[in-house]
């Protein structure tokens, strides 16, 4: 059964995006890295600050092969600069 | 380890803050850091930072931090953190940390890398505000 | 760099100190060290501490660190420096340190700096208070 | 001619000499290691805190072969502990 995610975009990757979030449906088992290249795909000048994307799920960082289940919330952003 | 976190849009209260210090008869060094707005960025003029931040991570981020700071540093007796979102204008702090031990050496050791690894792992990001 | 030194038989005034610092629009990084004297020394529960400086050397040799701050942290804007003498009671801070810079590397490494000096060349030394 | 110091205790160095300071008269071109020989004669348990012992002269730390002058003052110190 396919699942859906909700995706959001912080600080100047908003810009990039012109929305601070979007949806997306996914095959069962997709991981973070199959929501990276949706992603991509639409935003192209998203994907070419790939190498600085930080990805997390919910409030934790995952890895590309970090498997996605239904309702999960996925934050892409820039290198952080706190302080 | 006693923890306090504020992540907070209005000026951080310094005044409040070096009166709230929880004292201990074992706290021997108290480090204080406070990371003030300069007044330019490369090289330009700037009237302020407008922090961004994903609270509810940025949270739980800190709270891992704090975490591994009483397993790597068990003498730590306090740290208290403040980090201002929004508009923070040239002059005026964005962030205040203070760490309590016993000896300095912990108590510094301790700061520099909450700080070091907050500026890595903890989601604020900021944008200049030009000035007018 | 400007620089301030206080050797005092009085509290330091913590709240003054903070009033006073010297804002200025380059400096993003503010360390505050406070040396708290504990409540047992050795395993025994102490009273205070009673400081003994010699005080023309003290405040000779602080100037003297000062300088090699200068030249070794171009980029420090201020020290200031207040270390109580005489009767120093279990929880009252005996020493406190300032250094602002434009970023925090600098002043962590001189504060630290700093105080680890001090502590090899500053005429102060202390003898334990028992308790009554 | 010869040349008067004073000579300074600090710390607990004092409750050893049971002064804060003495005076004491030596040759012309006499040393800091001069000053010391006398001292540790004079007080012995001073002599036992020979290696840890710091000297100044006025408000600058000398060396043994450092000359004096007359009217120098020296102080002798225990390692030093502020903070």
Redesign the interface.
């Known amino acids: 059964m396919p699942i859906r995610v909700r995706i ?1 975009y ?3 990757f908003k810009d990039l995006t012109h929305t601070p979030e979007s949806e997306c449906t996914l095959p069962d088992g997709a991981t973070v890295a199959d929501v990276l290249h949706r992603v991509h795909q639409e935003h192209p000048r998203l994907a070419e600050a790939r190498k600085s994307t ?1 990805v ?1 799920v ?4 995952q890895p590309p092969d970090h498997i996605l289940h239904e309702g999960d919330e996925v ?1 892409l ?2 290198p ?4 | 380890m006693h923890r306090h976190l504020e992540l907070t849009a209005a000026p951080i209260p ?2 409040d803050l ?1 009166a709230s210090r929880v ?1 201990s ?16 960025e490369a090289g330009q003029p700037i009237a302020a930072l407008d ?4 609270e ?6 800190f709270e891992k931090l704090f975490q591994t700071m009483e397993t790597r540093w068990p003498s730590l007796e306090s740290t208290r953190l403040v ?1 201002r979102y929004g508009i923070v204008p ?2 005026q702090p ?2 205040w940390v203070e760490v309590t031990a ?1 000896h ?1 050496g912990d108590a ?1 050791a301790a ?2 890398w909450l ?1 070091d690894e ?10 200049t505000v030009p000035t007018p």
Chains 1, 4 share one sequence.
Do not use: D, N
Request: hydrophobic share 45%; net charge positive; aromatic share 14%.
């Open positions: 959001r912080w600080s100047w930080l997390a919910g409030v934790e960082y934050s952003f820039p952080v600069q706190g302080g | 310094l005044g070096a004292e008869s074992t706290s021997g060094a108290v480090i204080t850091f406070l990371g003030v707005v300069r007044g330019s922090y961004e931040a994903f509810p991570m940025a949270r739980h981020q980090h040239a002059g964005s962030l016993p300095r510094f700061c520099q700080i907050m500026k890595r792992v903890v989601p604020i990001w900021k944008r």
